[in-house]
Structure formats: structure tokens, C-alpha cells
């Protein structure tokens, strides 16, 4: 696997909790995935390849099914969330989900080898139109295709949501 090794500001290290985006197998994890050192979707591995396109090894765990053998519709659409919304941390950017579109061309199987592909259609300023595809790692069959509108944000994205999620209250049930 090819591996950048892009160093991150201090805010990124906080909320990230590595040094390089290349840690942790080659991959990062995200905040719910740190403590447990390994991803809870799936993902195994994250390679740049040649054209810029991101290429990622997965596995859809069985508790992830939604019918016999086959993942969960939700399980599919956030491993997709996830591939793309690391494309940025390559590019020692950030960027949250503005909005995702999953087209399901066929049912992802559980327990089976996959593989995705994950890259930058365009952007538009602070606006990254990303697409990504999972697929059956062999024989090679496209499985669901996402594209996303992807925002970037500064690191303090998180420290800013905090602030406003304490003026809100405590609401929900009792």
C-alpha cells in the first residue's frame, strides 16, 4: 500500500488522536473506531493509487446483515459516508457529509472480500463533489455507487458544534 504520511495541526491530533493520517494500518479511524483499533465497518485498508483515486479493502461482518447474506442498506451507505469523506484527510483537508446519494446496483454480500474506490469528481471551492463505489473484490462487480457533496471545515468544526449543543439544552426523554 502506498502510504502518505501527512502531518496533522494540533486540532486534528486531538479529535483524531494520531499523528499522520497514514496510522493505524494505513487508514484512520474515526473517533467511535479509535478505542476499539480497528474499524467497526470493516475497513482493513486504504491505499493512493496512481490516477488519485482512493482504493480501500473491506468486509461486511455479519452482524451487518439486513437479509440472509447480504449487509444492511445502512451498513453500505455509511462505509460509503466514511470512504469519502477520507479523501480530504489525503489532501491534509477536512470535510463533513453535506449530502449522500447511494444507488444499490446489487446486494452486498456479508463475510465476503470487498473493495472500494473512492475520488474527487470536482470541486467547487469549499465544496468537494466526491464519488465512491464498493464492489465485489472478485469477481469485480459494482455493488452500490455513492456521490456526495462534501463541505471542508477547519478542525474546530467539532469544538464549534459542542459550543451549540450545550446552549441547547438537555431536551429528550426522562
Known amino acids: 500500500m502506498t502510504e502518505r504520511r501527512r502531518p496533522l495541526g494540533d486540532s486534528a491530533r486531538a479529535i483524531f488522536g494520531v ?6 494500518g494505513g487508514f484512520m479511524l474515526c473517533v467511535g ?6 474499524c467497526q465497518f470493516g475497513i482493513t485498508g486504504e491505499e493512493v493509487l496512481k490516477d488519485g483515486k482512493i482504493r480501500t479493502s473491506l468486509r461486511c461482518a455479519a452482524n451487518f446483515a439486513g437479509g440472509p447474506n447480504v449487509a444492511h442498506g445502512g451498513w453500505t451507505a455509511a462505509v460509503l459516508d466514511e470512504m469519502l469523506g ?3 484527510l489525503f489532501e491534509s483537508s477536512f470535510t463533513v457529509t ?5 444507488n ?12 472500494g474506490y ?12 466526491l464519488v465512491g463505489e464498493i464492489r465485489l473484490a472478485e469477481p469485480d462487480t459494482l ?5 456526495g457533496l462534501f463541505i471542508e471545515r ?6 464549534r458544534h459542542q459550543d451549540w449543543l450545550a446552549q441547547q439544552g438537555k431536551g429528550g426523554a426522562s
Do not use: M, N, Q
Open 19 to 24: 499523528e499522520t493520517i497514514a496510522e493505524k
Open 33 to 38: 473506531c479509535r478505542d476499539r483499533g480497528a
Open 86 to 88: 477520507h479523501i480530504a
Open 98 to 102: 453535506g449530502s449522500l446519494t447511494i
Open 104 to 115: 444499490y446496483h446489487k446486494p452486498v454480500p456479508v463475510e465476503r472480500d470487498l473493495v
Open 118 to 129: 473512492a475520488w474527487i469528481d470536482h470541486r467547487d471551492g469549499e465544496r468537494w463533489h
Open 143 to 147: 455493488l452500490a455507487r455513492a456521490t
Open 154 to 159: 477547519d478542525f474546530a468544526h467539532y469544538k
